[in-house]
């Protein structure tokens, strides 16, 4: 058993999580770097303990799935925190981990989650939005929303973010809502992030790797959009001049009150972070992570036949 004695490595790229498993279990490939708990139960059993033939590392990801509302002027939601409330109410994330990741991941209680190291455990379990189908209903009646039109719901074609996509659209029409779901392939998607105008709910991913402030910065810092605004245009002086306090010092009060800022407003919500996973044949006997928590292949311990 030797580190790095491979000759050679190939890279397959196999966009589809579907055939990845199909080219594992045919012999093509030996390892698959990132499969998430929905795809992994064909190498793993429910506690994620590997099937003959293979061995399976898992990691909790540092990306969260992520969910914001289109707040530039001129939008449904702008002006209208009743209908983002109702919205946020009537889904229940608990149920997305459950179906999206087959139960393999962590429900979010903040706009991040307890990867990182400034996470307040305190945040853990308490009501971030729980699902509240009445609530949902009478902020619904009070916001004064039309549910004649559909929501646009924009995203990538990740295959996660779809299931979040479908599983939103069940839970929305469960109060009357409509929803139209636009999925784009990566450079498009890019495109209509940025674009006011072509989306009223925008799912994503956002990371780092290692301060929640790393994740707040990129996507609620206003000095950092031509806009002056944020990634959804939001224009808060109390946002910014609270993310900008958890900069210079990311105390408990200070993260409290940026998240607290954050929630009561509802500009946006961490949804889930996705348990991932590494297969690989049993002859990878352990790998070597990056920062970002991609397998250094180079870096694995191989037994070879």
Known sequence: MYKANADRVIYNVISESTQMGIAME????????????????????????????YNVYGTLN????????????????????ALRQAILYAIDTAGLVTV?????????????SSVYADYLDEWIGHDYFNQDV??????????????????????NGNAIRKSIAQIMQGY??????????????DSLF???????????????????????????RGKFDAKAYSTGGTINGVYDDELQSLMEACEKDNSK??????QDCLYS????????????????RDSVKSISMDGKQFPCVASCTYSWN
Request: with cysteine; hydrophobic share 40%.
């Open 26 to 53: 045919n012999g093509s490939i030996d390892m698959i770097l990132t499969i998430t708990g929905s795809e992994v139960s064909r190498f793993a059993d429910e506690a994620g303990n590997a099937k003959a033939g």
């Open 62 to 81: 540092t990306l969260i799935d992520c969910m914001f509302f289109n707040m530039d002027e001129g939008s449904i939601f702008a002006d209208n925190l």
């Open 100 to 112: 999206a990741l087959d139960g393999r991941g962590e429900q979010c209680y903040a706009f991040g």
């Open 134 to 155: 009445e609530k949902a209903e009478a902020l619904l009646a009070e916001s004064g929303f039309d549910t004649a039109t559909p929501l646009r719901i924009v995203l």
């Open 172 to 185: 929305l029409a469960q109060i009357g809502i409509t929803v139209e779901i636009n999925s784009y392939e």
């Open 190 to 216: 890019n495109t209509y992030k940025s674009d006011e105008t072509a989306y009223d709910i925008l799912l994503d991913n956002c990371g780092g790797s290692d301060y929640l402030m790393t994740i707040w």
């Open 253 to 258: 009060a200070n993260m409290d009150a940026f």
């Open 265 to 280: 407003h509802a500009y946006a919500v961490g949804l889930f972070n996705a348990q991932m996973y590494t297969v690989c």
